[in-house]
Every structure is written in C-alpha cells, then in structure tokens.
C-alpha cells in the first residue's frame, strides 16, 4: 500500500470538517484550554513557508493538549486592515476592498491544506463591520473612562506612508515598512490612549508572567523605568517677562546629586518654552537652528559620537541650589519624547554636557572628587564623595540624592519622581484602509462621541484612497462622510476623518473569537469567563512592544472597566504563557519578498504532502530559535513517514502478537518521557528525533504489540495528524486519533538494564565496556582488566588502587 498523501490528507480533512471535529462546545467545555497563533496580515497572494511554520508549532501545541484530556479551542482570523494590506493594494493596483477578500480566500485555502485544528465556524476579519463596530466601541469605552484623548504632540511621520506611525515602527531612524526612508517629526494634533497610566503596572507584571525571556527584557526596556527627582528651575527675571510668568522650567534628573554642578540649562529645540522665553534679537538664530533640527531624525540627534550643535536663546533659569544664574540653551541633542525636554547640563559629570561646554567655553564645575585613579580630564561619571556642595559636602553621593531631592523640596523647587521612557500610544492614522474614528468635531458642543446605536461608522468605498501626504486623512475628502450633524445639538459638525492604528484591531481579536457570531456583544461575558486568559499564545518576536504591550494594556484597561471577569491569579493579563517562535532564513536573510528569498509552501505540499512538509519545518532547528531554510531535508522527512506507514499498514498485520524485547520496550517509554517533555517545552526538532530513532529500535522487532502501535501513532498525529488518523484506523479504531488519550510511560521502564563504563588506567580513558546497571566494584575491575586495550596498559604491573564512580566510570591505578 503505497504512501498516498493526497487522497489521504483530503479524505481527513474531509471527515474533520462533515464531522465538525474541531468545533468544540465553548459552553460546555470541562478543561478549557485555547490555544491561539498570530492572525496573519493578508497583505500578499499568500502565505509563505515562515507563516507555516509559526502556525504549525501553534497546532502541535493544541492537539498535543487535545490528546491530554483539554477542550481545545484554535481558532484563527486575518488582520486585513492597516497600512501593510493599503500599500499593497496600491502597489498592485486594485482597490484593498476587492483585493483583500481575494487574498484572505487563498489564505484559507492554504491554512486549510495544512491540516490545522481550527475552528473554521468563528474566524474573524477586522475589515468586517461586525468586527470593526466593536474596536470603534473600545475606543468610546477608552474616552469614556478618560484614557483617550486628542492633544498636540511631535509624532513620527513617514513620507512614503503619508502617515503618522508609532515609536516602535521607527527603526534606526527609518520606517521599518520602508527601510530607505527616514522618519520625520512633525508637530500634529492627534488621538492618543493613556498606556502611561498603566507603565508600573505593565513593568510590575513582568516580573511573573510566564513569557519568553527575550520578550520580557524588550518590553521592561521600552517601558524604561528612571528614578530620580524632578527639579524646578526658575526663570530669572528680566530674562524674558512672558517666560518668568509662566514659572519655573522643571527638569528631570536621576542625578540630583550634581545639580549644584548645573552651570547651564539645555532645552529641547522644539520645547513650548522656546518662544516665551527667547529674547528678540536671538530669535532668528534660534528659528533657523529649530528648522534645522525638524530635518534630523532622532537616532541622528541622539548620536554620541556626533559634534554637538546649539543657540543660547538670550535667556537665564536660575540654579536651585546655588541660586545663581545659568544659561539657557537649545540643542538637538534635548529631545522632547524624553523626560520634560529640558535638562540641567552638569559638564563636569556627564560626557556629551562635558563635550558641550567645551566647545561653547561654559563653566565646569565638578561636585565630586575624583580618585586618584580616576583619569584627569573628561567628565567623571561615576559615584563618588560630595565637594563644591553647600551643606552637603563630605556625603556620599548616592546618599546625597535624596537629601538634596528633600532639601529642595522644602522651598517647593523639588521632588522624588519616577520617571518612563514609555509614551502615549498615538492612534490616529491619515490613510483609508482602517476603522473610522467615531468620533465628531462640532464648533459648539466641541468633540462629541458617536453613540453607540450608530456603530458602526462604516468605512465608505473610496476609489482614490491614495494618501495625499498633506497630513489629511483621503476621507476627508468625501463630503457625504465628513459633514454630519452633531449628535448632541443637531448643528452641522464634522466626522473625524483619520482611522484608527491597525494595532488596535489586533489587541483584542482573541476576545472576539469565543464570541465572533455575537451580535450582541463585543465579547460574551459568561463564555469569556471560561476561556480567559489564553492558555498559550505563540507568535513573532518582532511583535514585543507593539502588539504584546497594546494587549496587555487594554486588557488591564477592560478589566479596570469591568469588562472583564475578576481574575485574582492573572490580574487580567491576557495570556497565561506566550512563546516567541524562531525564524526561518534562506540564504542567510530573512525571508522579504524584496529580497526575492520568500518560500511559498504549496508545491511542497503538493508534492510531499502537509504532514511532511509540518515534519520538515519542526525539523529545521529548535522552534524558538528558528533555522536555515534548506529543502534538501525533506526527503528524509518523506522516508521516515513512508516507513511508518508501511509498518503500521502491511507489516504489523503479519507479525505475531506479543511484548517488545526489553530493549526496545526500554526505547518505547523512553521516547514517550522525552517526546512529553519536549512538547510541553516547543523542543519540536528533538522530539522528531526521538521518534525516529524509536521507530528504528520497535519496528526489527517484528511483533504486533498494540501498546507499542498506539503509542506510537498518537505521539505522531501532532505533527502528522492526516497520517495519524490513517493508521489510528489501520489499527483497528474508529475514528478520531485526536480523541486518543496520549500515552503514559512507565517511569522502571525509562531505565536501561545496562549501562556505559568508562575505563581509565592512570586517568586516561582507555576503553568502555557494558555492563548490568549498578554492578559491583569487583564485577566491573574483573571486565575491565579482561579488556585487551587495558591488558596492554596493565600487564606486568601492579593494581594498587580502584577508583570507582557506580554506573559512570572505574579508574585503575597501576605502577
């Protein structure tokens, strides 16, 4: 009976769906365990062979779980709205809302095919109304509870997007989307979500959530927790009336222990103080340095190595501590994303400060000592002993910081402050391909929320959706959509034109999913109950502090709504355990279509079957760490499944029943340890291994040993479920092999009755022999010394000492 893949894999794929064998009852489910993946952007003709391999290790994880005993719920979507699927439309050019329902169709089409155990019945498209009603009500939920809000900031803008996009789209100072471009700030008025409320509570939580290392460390560095004091700098009068008036410039410092080494003040160029306080005749110099600077990215402004650049804008702060008067400076070394965008500059312990006063002749004064090892010039960075301090002279300066941070305090002139690198999440986008934003402009009630009853606002069919680059959204140039009457007095007002961030969409779907046929509900309250939090997330590392950190905060946000079922143990984090998957690369780069490396899966499939190719790509390398795309092993993967199926569907029906040997029953329940080990733990490429090298030991057995077959099989349906339930009925059984409870090994089982000794004469390994497990000394002496490698090192000598490690090694000591 020869392998045939493809009337196999579709004659199971057939009965899986005629038969609804991975739509579980949610309601009812006793051991709920959801096991979700990454929906993927359909913003290309298809998957390739990357995306497959991220969802394959998703469906091993949840049949493995199926076969434990669990309800296991995999569903699956597509995040077809953003800028990915709009830049693709364009480049393609047809209109995204006749383009995206192609290529989701052939998504489908090849997830399909790969044998997957999702739940067809609740896929999700954000692109749908009936999805995207409710991320425009989690917007209205957000304002209401105060944590959107529209406000004037510099956000980063792409050319070539015609957009705003994120902090974390931006890549050493290009868009990520379009890496030959370099990303402008601009100064726009734009929606933002208040994540900053959440910065300690997201930092906190990362502490014992059960998340993968590397996206641990990416999240608590981008939220970037600083202690420190916040120090308030008055203006000096007669410096700038308009300046003074509008009170004291307050700085941020993790070293407060200096600031009486604070002998000017730098201010970002853009900083809203700039143009009170700059003095008539500076203030072309400083317009022209500002202008400047608007065309440098922030990665060039904050490059170290850079020459320093600035304008003193004619006005003085006065030092809090020493009460005397500083200058104030502009440089584009400040910027305004970070801290308050004003910095006390203390050359004498801080480098690019130090660089600065240097090249522009201002005062240095060090308030530490510097050891006698330290070197004599530059600036001393370190910690040390307090001088040129006032009272505090002779402290040290970690104890310093806050009795200085306290001293000032009590004349109002600071304060202990803890300060994050996170910033607000900006939400608007000027593009067409997204959710509106529900929200109406009106001249006499102000901004005005869409109500409820009138989701959701529907994206109108636009054929010129093209970005003019104006910073206006193309909606803005429909009228019918634009001009609305006020929903609160009924006069004329305006709808917001821009859409909302794709990454909106893609921050909630999982709650979708249990509830994706709900009308009536965003997510189903008491369905919610049993499958929130997720069991198992596993997607992209790439996604570490943009999709991750945006769920995490919506999901403490819902649950601070009461939005979400009380959860004392997750504290409404959304998944219980996340996983972050290698990557596949071939020729030594990441699979991208411009560099002309993506792999598309189907012509494998065709010719070798999805069960193989699943093999394959578990097989490249360890799954969190991803591996080298070389087809040349795929072969061997077919061998091994040809060999199986042969075992199971002609030999095994003409051997005689009875038990294993002892070897390989020992091989048997050792391979199902180590196989339940490795899944639990993704180690996909070594439990493959495993099975292999078991098959190699079970099958010369020649005998019909059904706990042997079993075993077997059902170790193998998660990698190669259409095989699997194949010889699950080979063997005699309904079906479906996904029923089958997974094997249990016996733990006396797992040890060999021999083992490996390791023989040394004098130290130096000189043979090994085999030999019962926890043998005697005398046993083990007798059988080394009858070694013909060991005779020649031992003849005519005397033994005067057995050096004996049970089961590892003996060491004869001769002279």
Known sequence: MAYEHASIERRWQ????????????????????????????????????????????????ARFQRHRGYDVFEPIGFDAFGIHSENYAMKVGTHPMRLIPNNVANFRRQLRQMGLMVDWSR????????????????FLKLYERGLAYRGKAPVNWCPKCATVIADEQVIDGMCERHPDTRVEKKVMEQWFFRITDYAQELLDHLGWIDWSDIVRRAQINWIGRSEGALLRFP?????????????????????????????????APEHPRVDALVTPEKRAEVEAYREATRRKDSIERMDLSREKTGVWIG??????????????????????????????????????????????????????????????????TSAGKMQNSGPFDGLESEAAKAKITAWLGERGLGEPRVQFRLRDWCISRQRYWGPPIPMIHCDVCGIVPVPESDLPVLLPELEDFRPEGSG???????????????????????????????????????????????????????????????????????????????????????????????????????????????????????MSKSRGNVVIPDRYVEEYGADTFRMFLMFLGPYELGGDFRDSGIVGIRR???RVHRWCTEELPGYPEGPLPREAEVKLHQTI???????????????????????????????????????????????????????????????????????????????EETVEIAVQVNGKMRDAIAISRDAEEAE????????????????????????????????????
């Open 14 to 61: 057939e009965y899986w769906d005629a038969h609804q064998c991975h739509t579980p009852d949610l309601d009812r489910a006793r051991r709920p365990f959801y096991a979700l993946m990454m929906f993927p952007y359909p913003s290309a003709e298809g998957l390739h062979v990357g995306n497959v391999f991220a969802f394959t290790g998703v469906d091993i994880q």
């Open 673 to 751: 340890k180590k196989v339940t080990v490795d899944l639990e733990t993704l180690g996909y490429n070594t439990a493959i291994a495993a099975l292999m090298e078991c098959h190699n030991q079970i099958r010369p057995a020649a005998v019909r040993n059904r706990f042997a077959a079993e075993s077997f099989v059902v170790m193998l349906s998660p990698f190669a479920p259409h095989l699997a339930e194949e010889l699950w009925a080979s063997l005699g059984h309904a079906p479906t092999v996904e029923d089958a409870p997974w094997p249990v090994f016996d733990p006396a089982l797992t040890v």
């Open 472 to 590: 206006q959204s193309p909606l803005a140039r429909v009228e019918a959509f634009h001009r609305v009457a006020c929903p609160k007095c009924g006069g004329a007002a305006r709808r917001d034109t821009d859409v909302s961030d794709n990454f909106l969409d893609s921050a909630w779907y999982f709650l979708r999913y249990p509830s994706a046929n709900d009308d009536q509900h965003a997510w189903d309250p008491e369905r919610t109950k049993r499958w929130f939090p997720v069991d198992s997330y596993i997607g992209g590392r790439e996604h570490s502090v943009l999709h991750l950190m945006y769920t995490r905060f919506l999901c403490l946000a819902f649950r601070d709504m009461g939005l979400l079922p009380p959860d004392p143990e997750f504290k409404g984090e959304p998944f219980k355990r996340f996983r972050a998957h290698g990557l596949l690369i071939k020729d030594g780069d990441k």
């Open 315 to 380: 006005a003085h702060a006065i030092n809090p501590a020493t009460s005397q008067p500083i200058p104030i400076w502009i440089s584009d070394y400040v910027l305004m994303g970070y801290g308050t965008g004003a910095i006390m500059a203390v050359p004498a312990h801080d480098e690019r400060d130090h660089e600065f006063a240097r090249k522009f002749a201002l005062p240095i004064v060090e308030v530490l000592e510097r050891p006698a090892d330290a070197p004599p010039e530059g600036a001393f």
């Open 640 to 642: 091994f499944l040809e």
């Open 235 to 267: 203006v000096e009068p007669g410096s700038s009336s308009a300046g003074a008036a509008d009170g004291p410039i307050e700085v941020f410092t993790t070293r407060p222990d200096t600031v009486f080494g604070a002998t000017y003040m730098v201010l």
């Open 780 to 815: 083990v002496r007798d059988a080394a010394l009858a070694r013909e490698k060991v005779r020649s090192q031992t003849a005519g000598k005397e033994l005067r000492k057995v050096i004996y490690v049970k089961n590892r090694l003996i060491n004869l000591i001769v002279s």
């Open 123 to 138: 896929e999700v498209s954000t692109t749908e109304p009936n999805y995207y009603r409710w991320t425009q009500w989690i």
